[in-house]
């Protein structure tokens, strides 16, 4: 399992930014640019959702209450994804956490960051 570790994350005014950082540390097995990259978040009382995803190849997806203001990006060479995330609203607070996937038809591999809190006040 990859070891991720998160940050960035805290209190910003509506309309605000933040950028999002998540590290791979530790011993990879295999290269960092195989892993699909994302970021989900959880409100409370609610499930977690996926917000973007970045795969090795560059392809990226977005949910549709993010696109426009987030944008998934990643740094190979650092073990590093970044979410830069502007013109925050309420509805953004939840605590996000960064995931890195492997799968193909013999191999699979899911592991998640414990998470960084983004509080968005009105």
């Known amino acids: 399992q990859v070891q991720l570790v998160e940050s960035g994350g805290g209190l910003v005014q509506f309309g605000g930014s933040l950028r999002l950082s998540c590290v791979a540390s530790?011993?990879?097995?295999?290269?960092?640019?195989?892993?699909?990259m994302g970021w989900y978040r959880q409100a409370p009382g609610k499930e977690r959702t996926l917000v973007a995803a970045a795969s090795g190849d560059g392809s990226t997806r977005y949910d549709d209450s993010v696109k426009g203001r987030f944008t998934i990006s990643r740094d190979n060479a650092k073990n590093t994804v970044y979410l830069q995330m502007n013109s925050l609203k309420v509805e953004d607070t939840a605590v996000y956490y960064c995931?890195?996937?492997?799968?193909?038809?013999?191999?699979?591999?899911?592991?998640w960051g414990q998470g960084t809190q983004v509080t968005v006040s009105s």
């Open positions: 995931n890195a996937n492997f799968q193909t038809r013999t191999d699979y591999e899911d592991s």
């Open positions: 530790g011993r990879l097995f295999k290269p960092f640019s195989l892993y699909t």
